[in-house]
Structure formats: C-alpha cells, structure tokens
T-cell receptor, first 115, second 111 residues
Framework: GAVVSQHPSWVICKSGTSVKIECRSLDFQATTMFWYRQFPKQSLMLMAT?????????EQGVEKDKFLINHASLTLSTLTVTSAHPEDSSFYIC???????????FGSGTRLTVV | ELKVEQNPLFLSMQEGKNYTIYCNYSTTSDRLYWYRQDPGKSLESLFVLLSNGAVKQEGRLMASLDTKARLSTLHITAAVHDLSATYFCAPANFGNEKLTFGTGTRLTIIP
C-alpha cells in the first residue's frame, strides 16, 4: 500500500532556531501534499497545500514566511519552521494524494517542542 | 467555507454497548472520510464514503453517508476496549482535494 514517511518523529529546538520536517512518499508519486498542525486535544488544521514544482497555497492565517514549504519533487515535501517560538510547539502531520492511490496517505507526524 | 461538527465530543461507554457518532457538515461535499487517531499517533484511515446512501462496515464499525442531510454517522457495535481512540470525520471540499476535519470524538471504552 501507499506509504508516506515523515521525519523526524520528534524534535526539540531552542527558541529562534529553524526546524525542517520531511515528508516522503515511498512507493508512489505524490502530486499533492498537505501539511496539518494539531494542538493537544484539538483537531487537525490544514496549514498549506503543495503541488510539485509550484508554490504552496497557504490557508488563511498561516504565515508563509514562517512556515516554508518546498515540494521540489514528486516524492518529497518539506516544511521548515523558521525562527521557532514556544507557541509553534505542536504536532505536525503531512499527507499525500495522487491519482494512483485512493484517498490520502498520512505521515506518522512530527512532535515539535520549542523551548 | 466548509464547516464540520461532530458530536459528541467525548464519549465514555461500557464494553458491549452500541453507540453512534454524528458528523454534520455545512456545504456540498463529494466524499467523506473517517479516521482513527490513537494518542500521540497519526491518523489511520477507516472509511471513505463516496455517494448518498453509502454504507461501509469493518468489524464493529459501520459508517454511513446522507449527502442530502449533509450527515455521516459512525456506528459502534458491541464496543470493545481496543476501540478507545479519537475518531475524526473529514468531508472533502467540493471541487478540490482539501479535507476539513471535524472536531473529533474522544471515545473511551470502559471494561
């Protein structure tokens, strides 16, 4: 079945530093990738949608200069949290879709803690 | 803008009992997904419902979709402890691939 690998699983960083999260589709080419953020005991909120080779589309209220998304190939999308602050601490989840798979495949998530 | 409401938000039930989780959404959607999330984990896909009247069943879980009422249900039959998790519905925005997630229902099965 379709597999999406997300790394790292967890990361702790100091306030002001940047963190990069990778999302790879292992056995299919993902035409579209989605990035979500989930605060404790809350639902998933879509941050942005990215298509290979084009700029990501950000949801309202999401700072594009703070959350940099790159979808350089059909198998890799990255989310970089720049100048992270404690309020950015959250669970970040990617998902991928493609015509070759049915529905959406989710990564395992990254727990970011900014101290 | 698609809005999604789930109820109840919290559900504590005894093993062996039946219950239903409801998912209401505000605008037209052409497909709806149900997911399970265990604490600290990502999402596990349960069902995708594609048309009005669609019903899917897997084990003790059964999902249905009424597109006219903009309502989906997830029915739990004879609950067992392993079903304890948070369940999300997510209708797709009509005409694009974006999903809008419901508030989630945290289900706790008590032995």
């Amino acid at each position: 079945g379709a597999v999406v690998s997300q790394h790292p699983s967890w990361v702790i960083c100091k306030s002001g530093t940047s963190v990069k999260i990778e999302c790879r589709s292992l056995d299919f080419q993902a035409t579209t990738m989605f990035w979500y953020r989930q605060f404790p005991k809350q639902s998933l909120m879509l941050m942005a949608t990215s298509n290979e080779g084009s700029k990501a589309t950000y949801e309202q209220g999401v700072e594009k200069d703070k959350f940099l998304i790159n979808h350089a190939s059909l198998t890799l999308s990255t989310l970089t949290v720049t100048s992270a602050h404690p309020e950015d601490s959250s669970f970040y989840i990617c998902s991928a879709s493609a015509e070759s798979i049915y529905g959406y495949t989710f990564g395992s998530g990254t727990r970011l803690t900014v101290v | 803008e698609l809005k999604v409401e789930q109820n109840p938000l919290f559900l504590s039930m005894q093993e062996g009992k039946n219950y239903t989780i409801y998912c209401n959404y505000s605008t037209t959607s052409d497909r709806l997904y149900w997911y399970r999330q265990d604490p600290g984990k990502s999402l596990e896909s349960l069902f995708v419902l594609l048309s009005n009247g669609a019903v899917k069943q897997e084990g003790r879980l059964m999902a249905s979709l009424d597109t006219k009422a903009r309502l989906s249900t997830l029915h739990i039959t004879a609950a067992v402890h392993d079903l304890s998790a948070t369940y999300f519905c997510a209708p797709a925005n009509f005409g694009n691939e974006k999903l809008t997630f419901g508030t989630g229902t945290r289900l706790t099965i008590i032995p």
